[in-house]
């Protein structure tokens, strides 16, 4: 969508950390918040307008299938989740296509496969959703539109059981990191001493892991062990998905002050994008940051976005209203922050969340095998008849999350809505019409 030191080759690059997607379960764009008594070092401002349109543009970049060879850590992104559902749907859908075509009108074939009974090709053992879905899926794909990725699809729940919901998607990341952390302590001789409450911070600029917890030494070692390729990056936006307020539960304080540098965060690596300048380092007199040949820095930025964007490499951006936002840090000053980022512990081979009960970690996961319990029983009551993986469908989603999520599918026509009514924000969202029957 690098760890240490975006460079200025890597604008299409951009984390998905601030992408729409990402920042979703987080805030709403303009809604960014700073608890009232916050300590006095916390600096930002309320705003009025959105959070700058170029994280949300630079999270549709097409690298966010791509890893880097170094990196260990498992992609934690939601979307990225979904890859392996559209791979599915696409490869069916396709294959579907190619013998619909055979037929001298393949849409009259595709409804008479499902609504048709009397029809020799009318498919069996479906639920009325279920023809609805296929049908309108493969009328995309013979007017070569891609299909949508449903959980009700039952080629999802043939190939998945369904699609995992985000919180099951968090807790396979993070078993993922801990697989991965734990084999590269092995590989390199890393011995965390018994007792050692191991703890990783990662800023949120250069991505960077900060090991404390441990001497000197050891934590020197383990950070250049694991910064490597976007472990640092994966890391942080695992963090940002597993705030507990995602989930209704208190919202730990290192969240708020995340929060709260957002905004400077997603300037610094804009400008780090266009210039590969880390511009909390340049010199800040007069109200102008100067870049380390004397220009001014937002002149050298103007001139790197418009040769990105005659050369097709950035998407067209609001640069006034980014200027704005650029000249309220500059005024404001910058400190170099080294605090800042977000923070969780390793102890005995298992990363866990700190500051609360409510995490994915040992000892935290109470909440989370609850619910999965609960829903389990649910549909055994059913039946069996099961469209979402550990209950998926059943489980309240995060409604902010699933809604981003939803806008960016429907404009890259990934999805497309049945209904109005499923989303409501705010507020909770509702299935309509009961359950299906078998027609």
Known sequence: MSVSGIGSGAAKEYSALYSNQAAASRHRAGEVKVPEKADSVVKTRQREQDIPVYAERASQSDSLSQQDSATTFPMPSVIAKYEKYTKAIDEHYAKVNEENKKFDNPSKHIWDKYYNTKSPYYVKGLTQ????????SERRVLNGLPAAVNSYDPVIRKNFGGIMSDEEWNDEVRGGMNDSINRLFAENGIDIPEGAELRLRVDPYEYKIHAGGVDGALARQIEEVLNRGNN?????????????????????RQYLYDMAYQEKAVMWHFVNDMTGLDMRELENRDGVIYTPDGRNLWDAVTEQYNEKRAAGETDALPMESLHKDYQVFVNEGWDKEDGRGLTVGYKNGSLYDIDTEYGYGPGQREWLDGQMAYTEEVFSGLGNRTYG???????RPNLEAMQQLLDYAVSNGRVVPLTKE??????????RGGLDIKA
């Open 389 to 395: 993986k550990n209950g998926t469908l059943l489980s």
């Open 129 to 136: 959703r279920e023809r609805e879905i296929c049908a309108e």
């Open 232 to 252: 640092g990056r994966y890391l942080y936006e695992h963090l940002r998905w597993c705030n507990p307020a995602n989930n209704g539960f208190e919202q730990p």
């Open 422 to 431: 499923v989303l409501h924000l705010p507020g909770r969202g509702t299935l």
